[in-house]
């Protein structure tokens, strides 16, 4: 081969050799005689040199930080003298403008044009100590923060216990030191022991990594505590770990254990106060008892644990009972009783008076506790009083005025006839006015019968032959009509203690109501049943018209009617009637469907 081919070949191989060295990411300088000869683009970079040319034969020792620098040319003339690749302990530079930089240098002899150099390959390490600085820093951070931490941190493989920080030996009455020969098993109670296994053992079929942990423990003195905390699987090394924070909650635990002990305290004392109670908290119900249930009609308590009490308030009065709920919870005093409208589930309502009061530290919490009270009887026995007052009343009136009203009656009816006869041209007027006088003489009779103080003679007697005597007088009335009367009565009724000819009284005007309530015709069904061996139930319903809503509630009052010429008087007769016989007299209506008396008696015995 030539000297040109030679040469040739030496140059296409040192050009190969340069395009490499340029393409490597990591710093390539060569020095000849302590001085810089060659750098690649990626030192160029590190060192913060804008072209090569300003650099070559810049002495090396510009670029060695102080600390290196008295043991740099001992360095290179032990890499010279034995030609072998070396790591420098170089591990610092300085860049061109004085930064210094953490390097890694590896250095190997080299010839560069015909003179024997150093290559030194520079790694760059400012970003791997920034990072291993940031490590380092975390990892102080993370020991330091589980360290101090109050709460017991501890990682555990197998039976072993591999960490714990200060508070969980702290926990368990153990010094650090004295954690290490500890196993799991002198920490736990073997049934909650058995338990964690099991649960992590489905977990990890279940590819489930995090576990709630609630169980009892044993410190070192052998005392029982209770710890709460949570755990979760993982690896360290290899090796399958639970990681956990648990914290010791005996003392809540006995807290909570006294307030629920307080709350079925509460709870006992007011299941037995003979009132209807119910506990709220933010309006919502916390607790009902038999008495409330009972009120509203729901059997079981859990169906209303948990709902809004105005759900059970009438609408009206949703706005007030807020009202009175927050000024309570705001006040340590008793509220007096306010009436209001309870809703039952059945859709019913009730009216009740509400006395309420805040109860504190009722489990955990403050609550109001409100006291209702079914006003139903009372209002029953108010309208009985007033309507008693009402008879009472009328009674009085016409004990005083009915023989003064009957005497002038008798004259002014015996003229009106006289002068009828004497002038027959205006007999119509004469009719008018007997009319109107025999009127005034039927409702002085009614107020005698209320003015009676008490009724005649009471004997046992039976409801069939009574009817059947009713019956007998209005069928002619009914017929004319065109109203058909149909009875049905349970054989061999019991005997009733009575006066008969006052219970005739009763049905006579009842069932004459019923007849003329169908002035275009009808049915009038008659029934009789015994009801519980107790009472005689009788039903007297027509077809008619019906009363209208807003008459029902005064049906029965003095002058309170539906018919043209009535008096009011007669139904309350009647009333008084039954309950002097310890009955109960009825009055139920829908307008065009018309109205059903239920009259109920007292049964006396049975027949043999």
């Known amino acids: 081969m030539s000297i040109n081919n030679c040469n040739l070949l030496m140059l296409e191989s040192e050009e190969r050799y340069r395009h490499l060295v340029q393409m490597l990411p990591d710093a390539v300088v060569v020095i000849v005689d302590y001085r810089l000869v060659f750098a690649n683009d990626s030192a160029l970079r590190l060192f913060k040199i804008g072209k090569l040319e300003g650099v070559v034969g810049v002495p090396i020792d510009q670029f060695v930080h102080p600390d290196y620098l008295e043991r740099m040319p001992a360095n290179v003339e032990l890499l010279l003298r034995e030609s072998a690749p070396l790591n420098l302990p170089v591990k610092k530079l300085l860049r061109m403008d004085g930064i210094a930089i953490d390097v890694e240098i590896k250095a190997v002899v080299v010839t560069y044009n015909g003179k024997r150099g150093i290559q030194l390959l520079i790694r760059d390490l400012t970003d791997r100590m920034r990072m291993e600085a940031s490590l380092n820093e975390k990892e102080h951070l993370y020991k330091t923060l589980v360290e101090n931490t109050v709460a017991g941190v501890f990682v555990a493989a197998g039976e072993n216990i591999s960490y714990m920080n200060p508070h969980f030996a702290e926990i368990f009455g153990y010094t650090p030191e004295e954690f290490v020969n500890v196993k799991v098993h002198d920490l736990l109670e073997d049934v909650d022991l058995d338990r964690i296994k099991h649960e992590v053992a489905e977990g990890i ?240 009779n009614e107020f005698m019968t209320l003015a009676k103080p008490h009724f005649s003679q009471f004997n046992s007697g039976y409801i069939e032959p009574i009817l059947q005597s009713v019956l007998s007088i209005l069928e002619t009335q009914a017929i004319l009509l065109n109203v058909e009367i149909k009875v049905k009565l349970e054989p061999e009724l019991p005997a009733v203690f009575c006066n008969e000819n006052q219970l005739k009284q009763v049905f006579l005007n009842v069932i004459k109501n019923a007849i003329e309530a169908m002035p275009s015709g009808g049915v009038v069904d008659i029934t009789a049943v015994l009801v519980a061996d107790s009472e005689i139930c009788i039903r007297i319903k027509d077809e008619g018209q019906g009363i209208p809503g807003e008459l029902i509630a005064k049906i029965g009052e003095p002058f309170v009617t539906t018919k043209e010429k009535g008096t009011g008087l007669g139904l309350m007769i009647s009333t008084r009637i039954i309950e002097a016989h310890n009955g109960t007299l009825h009055l139920f209506s829908k307008q065009h469907e018309g109205t059903t008396i239920e009259i109920r008696l007292p049964a006396q015995d049975l027949r043999q």
């Open 205 to 444: 079929s279940q590819n489930k990594t995090k576990y709630h942990l609630k169980m009892k423990g044993r410190r070192k003195d052998g005392s029982i505590i209770h710890i709460e905390g949570s755990s979760s699987l993982t690896s360290l090394n290899g090796e399958e770990i639970m990681l956990g924070i648990v914290q010791d909650v005996t003392f809540k635990q006995e807290q909570e254990q006294q307030l629920r002990k307080s709350a079925l305290m509460y709870q006992k004392i007011i299941k037995f106060i003979p009132e209807a109670i119910v506990l709220t908290d933010n309006e919502q119900v916390v607790y009902a008892n038999k008495l409330a249930l009972k009120l509203i009609g729901v059997k079981d308590g859990n169906d209303v644990i948990g709902q809004s009490v105005l759900d059970f308030i009438h609408p009206n009065y949703h706005e007030r009972t807020i009202m009175r709920m927050d000024e309570i919870m705001l006040s340590e005093e008793i509220a007096p009783f306010n009436e209001s409208i309870v809703r039952c589930v059945d859709g019913r309502f009730v009216d009740v008076e509400i006395s309420s009061i805040r109860i504190n530290d009722y489990m955990g919490k403050n609550v109001l506790l409100s006291v209702i009270r079914d006003l139903t009887n009372r209002k029953q026995s108010e309208e009985m009083l007033v309507r008693s007052e009402k008879l009472s009343v009328i009674g009085q009136l016409a004990a005083g005025v009915a023989h003064e009203i009957r005497n002038p009656l008798t004259a002014l009816k015996g003229f009106t006839q006289l002068l009828q006869s004497k002038y027959n041209d205006h007999s119509h007027y004469f009719d008018i006015m007997a009319g109107e006088i025999d009127r005034i003489n039927l409702i002085v």
